[in-house]
């Protein structure tokens, strides 16, 4: 790993493989986006998972809805980097498809929240009476066929 400088923040950066296919070539990737973005203040709130990856701008835009409606619909927000190479599964399922959202670990939303759309779901999922819709993204599936 190596350190790059840019704008005021200092990224770490990694070299891997590209594929299986071509262990010559390397990619230079920035730092995981992986991880706590913010908890609740009581314990246990839903936790709502953010499939992303550096870059995604429709990710941001998530998140902010997220955030607006954190006060009044308590939650964690748990970042998943769909490029960390523990993360290969969710990469295969969600590559065209990030933003993606699971609530509790189950399938939310993908592309677009709206913060009515937030409060629903957070209080259904409150209530006990959320389901995962239908629609969730699997684009290892499709690719297969």
């Known amino acids: 790993p190596s350190l790059s400088l840019y704008g005021s923040n200092i990224l770490r950066t990694s070299a891997r493989p590209m594929s299986e296919n071509e262990p010559g070539r390397r990619v230079f990737r920035k730092a995981s986006v992986s991880g706590e973005v913010y908890r609740a203040p009581s314990a246990g709130a839903p936790v709502v998972s953010l499939f992303t990856k550096e870059g995604c701008t429709l990710c941001d835009k998530v998140k902010d809805v997220l955030q607006s409606v954190s006060d009044e619909h308590p939650h964690d927000l748990v970042a998943v980097d769909i ?4 993360n290969r599964i969710w990469f295969d399922k969600y590559k065209y498809d990030i933003p993606v959202l699971h609530l509790n670990g189950a399938y939310w939303a ?16 409150g209530e006990g009476t959320f389901e995962s819709p239908h629609g969730e993204p699997d684009a290892a599936r499709l690719e297969k066929r």
Do not use: Q
């Open 110 to 125: 993908k592309h677009r929240l709206t913060a009515e759309g937030a409060k629903a779901a957070l209080t259904e999922v």
């Open 83 to 86: 490029n960390d190479e523990d």
